[in-house]
């Protein structure tokens, strides 16, 4: 069972989900996995315990910039880097280009469909001397899909700016 936005009770310590594809609990594996190549595997794992769930955040395709910092507290993955989770809505055959700007952390982008795939085309992380990362991708579907701000080093924390627009 799964819906589209992130649920968490704090109460009673239990997730929903995320999307329809994929439970907030195997968000932190799944990533692992997606860098590995190895995404298929993952949705055969027992979920974990994840209370330090951040919240899911829609993300406007207007290139208006949504500010955010990744920091202590965060969802972490196995390589101990921070993430926030952004959802939009999208259409088959549409450009969509994402960038991620910070002077404070080494920037990484994902973009993963509802259905758990990959859709990259291109994840720029443009040179050592600059932290900004760009993603740039044609979408293969309608339907919900999510972008996943991340911090490229281990335990990097920071303000960033993530803006998305389509074509």
Known sequence: MGVNTLLFNPSSNTN???????AIEQVQPFLVALQQGDASLVTQRQPEDNSNS????????????VTATLKSGDNVLANNTYYHVYAFEGRAGQQVTIE???????????????????IVEQNDD????????RLVAK????????????????GESGKYSLRASIK
């Open 16 to 22: 929903i989900g995320i999307g329809i594809a994929i």
């Open 139 to 154: 979408l293969p579907a309608e339907g919900r899909y999510y972008a996943i701000a991340n911090a490229f080093e281990r």
């Open 100 to 118: 991620m700007n910070s002077k404070q952390i080494d920037s990484a982008l994902f973009l993963v469909s509802s259905d758990g795939k990959k």
């Open 126 to 133: 443009i040179s050592s001397k600059n932290f900004n990362a």
């Open 54 to 65: 951040t919240p899911l955040q829609q993300l406007p395709l207007d290139g208006q910039p």
